[in-house]
Each structure stands twice: as structure tokens, then as C-alpha cells.
Nanobody, 124 residues
Framework: QVQLVESGGGMVQAGGSLRLSCLSS????????VGWFRRAPGKEREFVSG????????YYADSVKGRFTISRDNAKNTVYLQMNSLKPEDTAVYYC?????????????????WGQGTQVTVSS
């Protein structure tokens, strides 16, 4: 069983930065692929970024490429999402999720474990 807890959300002005963290309580966290998703009010949940268990493979949604960076520290059971040059359209609840799949899937239904989410609000 994997439990995920996100932190690092908050309110920031456009152009600012935030770093989200996803901490796992599971001892086998290093075996899981992890994805970040977000859900804005009135919109569907969307894939933001994902990272393989080793950290060797990463993917980003086109809307965040060049601005967001995903990384992981398996010794700390933590995955990070560094978000720079934030825009008002990045406002959403951000969730991390984990899957045992070796690849980095984008559809949310491929992920088995989810955190409770952290709110990110970007003001213009």
C-alpha cells in the first residue's frame, strides 16, 4: 500500500515559482512511476508531468514544458514538481499519483494511488 501526501501549494503572482512535494509512506516507493495531475474548476483532471521509478524518463504536458521540472529523491521517498513562470491558467488543485507501470502513462486511470491534493493559485 502506498500513501501519498502533497505539499508546497499556495498563492503566488504570475511569473512566480512554487515547488510541490509528494511524500510517500511506502517502503517500496522507488518501484513506482509517479505522475502529477491537476484539476481546475470546471475542467477535467489533466496530466501535468510524470517520472519513471529511476528518474530516467520524464514527460510533460505541452502546456508546462520549459516551465515545470519533475524530479525524485528515492532515498527521501519524495517526488518534486518545480513550477516556474507560473500563469493564472496554472491555477488548480494538484495531485500526485503512483503506479507500478514501468512506463509513464498519461491517462489518470492508469494510476492506483492518489494523494489528497494541494491548491495552487496564481494571480494575475
Amino acid at each position: 500500500q502506498v500513501q501519498l501526501v502533497e505539499s508546497g501549494g499556495g498563492m503566488v503572482q504570475a511569473g512566480g515559482s512554487l515547488r510541490l512535494s509528494c511524500l510517500s509512506s511506502g517502503r517500496t516507493f522507488s518501484r513506482y512511476t509517479v505522475g502529477w495531475f491537476r484539476r481546475a474548476p470546471g475542467k477535467e483532471r489533466e496530466f501535468v508531468s510524470g517520472i519513471s521509478w529511476s528518474g530516467g524518463t520524464t514527460y510533460y504536458a505541452d502546456s508546462v514544458k520549459g516551465r515545470f521540472t519533475i524530479s525524485r529523491d528515492n532515498a527521501k521517498n519524495t517526488v518534486y514538481l518545480q513550477m516556474n513562470s507560473l500563469k493564472p491558467e496554472d491555477t488548480a488543485v494538484y495531485y500526485c499519483a503512483a503506479t507500478v507501470r514501468v512506463t509513464v502513462p498519461q491517462p489518470y486511470w492508469n494510476y492506483d494511488y492518489w494523494g489528497q491534493g494541494t491548491q495552487v493559485t496564481v494571480s494575475s
